[in-house]
């Protein structure tokens, strides 16, 4: 299977965020990645399942006596 490497800058475009944060997120452990020599590289699919996780689902409020009720 083919899967394409992104580099930190490419990460960050298509997170749609600074370069600084796709480092934090390495530094961190919070995103898989890969060495090459000494650069980091991102297999897409590690990205499409990290944003994914990220995903919060909507929940159904309903409303009883002013409050919320989940």
């Not at 899967?3 to 490419?10: N, P, S, Y």
Request: charged share 30%.
């Amino acid at each position: 299977m083919h899967d394409e490497l992104l580099t930190v800058a490419e990460l960050a475009l298509v997170l749609k965020v600074e370069v600084r944060f796709v480092r934090r997120l390495v530094a961190e452990r919070r995103i898989p990645f890969t060495k090459v020599g000494k650069y980091v590289r991102f297999y897409r699919h590690d990205v499409d399942a990290f944003i994914a996780g990220g995903r919060v689902e909507p929940i159904i409020v309903s409303w009883s006596g002013g409050r919320a009720v989940a």
